[in-house]
T-cell receptor
Framework: GAVVSQHPSWVICKSGTSVKIECRSL??????MFWYRQFPKQSLMLMAT?????????EQGVEKDKFLINHASLTLSTLTVTSAHPEDSSFYIC????????????FGPGTRLTVL | AQSVTQLGSHVSVSEGALVLLRCNYS??????LFWYVQYPNQGLQLLLK??????LVKGINGFEAEFKKSETSFHLTKPSAHMSDAAEYFC????????????FGTGTKLQVIP
């Protein structure tokens, strides 16, 4: 149980284009979803927290106009990297938690973004 | 300031040897504590967690961790390392009042030598 998927698993795009990454909870309703960024050989850094039907809460230093997060349903959250640049290349990981088990986050497999 | 520290970015053990990965936190109130494992190019898998109750927590794949309040530690152990244990391990913490916000340690890469 508590499976989270991400799509795509990897994506390559040209500089200046936008990329959308989906995060889905497959067997539970995710009241809260989280988006992390992980640089090579580094730990995960929280980018934003989103609750279904509400605007996302961004961490300090994260550009909300560049990283658009939508949590339209209890099983889907999307992260759109707008006007991507090479420095946005990274491993993006989402996680989700649900009511009754808010102390535990279940992680997706991650999406490797490479911006050329 | 609240923080989580993992001692040793790289740990090498022989197959069959004891695995000990260290994690300490800085907080006056005991937080929720987690250990996650990450294999290359994959997401994180929860190994075990401590929230309340028994301080010795058993997880998957033979791992366990003990919460020691006096030492503000939550070290991860496994009696006998297996080749498949080679991965990156992250200690993570939800501090009191943090409302689900997870703070990750910097990670420890475990190498298992045959």
């Amino acid at each position: 149980g508590a499976v989270v998927s991400q799509h795509p698993s990897w994506v390559i795009c040209k500089s200046g284009t936008s990329v959308k990454i989906e995060c889905r909870s497959l067997d539970f309703q995710a009241t809260t979803m989280f988006w992390y960024r992980q640089f090579p050989k580094q730990s995960l850094m929280l980018m934003a927290t989103s609750n279904e039907g509400s605007k996302a809460t961004y961490e300090q230093g994260v550009e909300k106009d560049k990283f658009l997060i939508n949590h339209a349903s209890l099983t889907l959250s999307t992260l759109t990297v707008t006007s991507a640049h090479p420095e946005d290349s990274s491993f993006y990981i989402c996680s989700a938690s649900f009511t009754g088990a808010t102390d535990t986050q279940y992680f997706g497999p991650g999406t490797r973004l490479t911006v050329l | 300031a609240q923080s989580v520290t993992q001692l040793g970015s790289h740990v090498s053990v022989s197959e069959g040897a004891l695995v000990l990965l260290r994690c300490n936190y800085s907080s006056s109130v005991p937080p929720y504590l987690f250990w996650y494992v990450q294999y290359p190019n994959q997401g994180l898998q929860l190994l075990l967690k401590y929230t309340t109750g028994a301080t010795l927590v058993k997880g998957i794949n033979g791992f366990e961790a003990e919460f020691k309040k006096s030492e503000t530690s939550f070290h991860l152990t496994k009696p006998s390392a297996h080749m498949s244990d080679a991965a990156e391990y992250f200690c993570a913490v939800i501090f009191s009042g943090g409302y689900q916000k997870v703070t990750f340690g910097t990670g420890t890469k475990l190498q298992v030598i045959p």
